[in-house]
């Protein structure tokens, strides 16, 4: 699964301008995205949606006519979060009783009727069913229909095809090509509120590829719950990867999130020979003891796992190699986290995502016994332990590499002023002294020095 990472993000209007100009009454868009970028690109999706409907984005909830909060659920302090932000947007319901404010995303499916009856939304959609949402906002602004309506269907063949995304700013196209999940990992809310696996077909994909190009976008990112299990028709995720990386105009493609049962020979072959596929896998290895491995149901063992990993290594030079790891799952004991600690120190990654077990309603590690809970102390003294592993053998890695040219694609200014910030092809990122008309070029760096997880560097020529 992508990282559970959980960031607020409110991205400007088209245009970015703050000054408020008059809008077609009704028709006033905000939106506000939570969790992965998996939900970022659902924004974009239901902005394209109801875009034909004449919907404008704005970038404050007070200009707005429809408000819809797009939610994650893949931890609880991500839906306090946004249960929070649904307290404080009442006001604008008092303010102006036609506003139509909905919750949709995962933690709206996951509560969908739980969020209604609190009375605090007036619609709840869930992943699979924005189709719906622009027919469901207009009834909702006629009254033709009660306020407090779901959208919970999950579908095993909604993928979104023919839907124009209005694409967020930024230097990367991420392109969804998969919805949904197949597997069932015991900790994982995923499946139940994406559904299952749904793929979208190649043409469409290289289509939507074509048009980043067009918008001026060099490097896409392929996005999946398990991007590397795609398959269409006679296309696998090798080929479908290899053409993305041959579209005219494109100089780097990325993919997120491989599961490691399908890193496969073919796709390796094909990061090693395409020269637009960046030297970078994150491989979620979740645990590095066998037991709590088939606890979690993760269909493969820690052998397995480190032979993928020497496969990868032995197929693509100089692959930066990334992961996600849980710990204090459910009877884990001291030596099965010790096991971990022994994978990461065997494999030495790059950088790594790293959380304590939260349970999540619904999923069947939840139904474990009690007594296999580790208590809160323990638990975090076991995630502190692993974070300062990780953070050791990150800097020693990233230390090795001060004195290397990189070629970075400029993403963002950086705090300190006059610093932008760029991406190295291995996903490093490096500050260095330049004007913000560099975002989105290429720009050759030499790495000065490391704060351990960055790199400072120095423009070359
Ligand atoms: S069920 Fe497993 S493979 Fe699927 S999204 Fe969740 S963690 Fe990833």
Redesign the pocket.
């Known amino acids: 699964?992508?990282s559970g990472t959980v960031q607020l993000r409110r991205r400007p209007a088209s245009g970015g301008s703050s000054v408020r100009r008059p809008r077609p009454l009704g028709r006033r868009l905000y939106i506000e995205t939570y969790g992965c970028q998996m939900n970022i690109n659902d924004t974009e999706l239901m902005e394209g949606m109801l875009a034909e409907r004449g919907f404008l984005r704005v970038e404050d909830a007070a200009d707005a006519d429809v408000i819809l909060i797009n939610t994650c659920a893949i931890r609880e302090h991500a839906e306090q979060r946004v249960r929070g932000r649904i307290g404080q947007l009442q006001r604008y319901r008092r303010d102006n009783p036609h506003l139509v404010l909905g919750v949709t995303g995962c933690m709206a499916q996951r509560l969908g009727p739980r969020l209604v009856a609190s009375r605090d939304v007036d619609l709840v959609a869930g992943p699979d069913a924005y189709r719906g949402l622009g027919d469901l906002i207009d009834d909702l602004q006629a009254n033709a229909i009660e306020r407090g309506q779901t959208l919970l269907e999950l579908d095993t063949a909604e993928n979104y095809e023919g839907v124009e995304a209005v694409r967020a700013a930024g230097v990367s196209a991420w392109i969804t090509v998969q919805r949904g999940?197949?597997?069932?990992?015991t900790?994982?809310?995923?499946?139940y509120v994406r559904g299952p696996e749904k793929n979208r077909e190649p043409q469409a994909i290289l289509a939507e590829t074509r048009r980043a190009v067009e918008r001026g976008f060099t490097e896409v990112v392929l996005l999946g719950?398990?991007v590397n299990s795609y398959r269409s028709g006679e296309w696998d995720f090798p080929r479908l990867l290899e053409a993305v990386a041959r579209v005219d105009g494109i100089r780097r493609v990325r993919f997120t999130?491989p599961?490691p049962n399908d890193v496969s020979e073919a796709l390796l072959d094909v990061m090693a020979r395409e020269p637009a596929v960046c030297r970078q896998l994150h491989l979620?290895v979740?645990s590095g003891a066998d037991r709590v491995l088939k606890r979690m149901v993760?269909r493969y063992t820690a052998a397995e796992f480190l032979g993928k990993v020497d496969l990868a290594r032995g197929i693509v030079p100089d692959l930066a190699l990334s992961t996600d790891a849980i710990v204090a799952f459910p009877g884990e004991t001291e030596e099965e986290f010790e096991a971990t600690l022994e994978l990461m120190r065997r494999v030495r990654f790059d950088d790594a995502y790293l959380y304590r077990y939260s349970p999540r309603e619904g999923t069947p590690a939840t139904r474990l016994p009690e007594e296999d809970f580790l208590p809160d102390p323990e638990a975090s003294a076991r995630l502190e332990r692993l974070i300062v592993l990780q953070r050791d053998i990150q800097r020693e890695i990233n230390e090795t590499e001060v004195g290397r040219t990189c070629e970075v694609l400029v993403e963002r200014s950086a705090r300190s002023e006059g610093d932008v910030l760029g991406r190295t092809e291995r996903n490093k990122m490096v500050a260095f002294a330049g004007d913000a008309d560099l975002i989105g070029s290429y720009v050759d760096v030499r790495l000065t020095g490391t704060t351990g997880v960055t790199f400072m560097g120095v423009r070359c020529g």
């Not at 999940?181 to 990992?185: A, E, K, L, S, T």
């Not at 900790?187 to 499946?191: G, L, T």
Request: with cysteine.
């Open positions: 699964m992508t999940c197949d597997h069932r990992c900790f994982c809310i995923v499946p719950q398990t999130s599961h979620p979740q993760r």
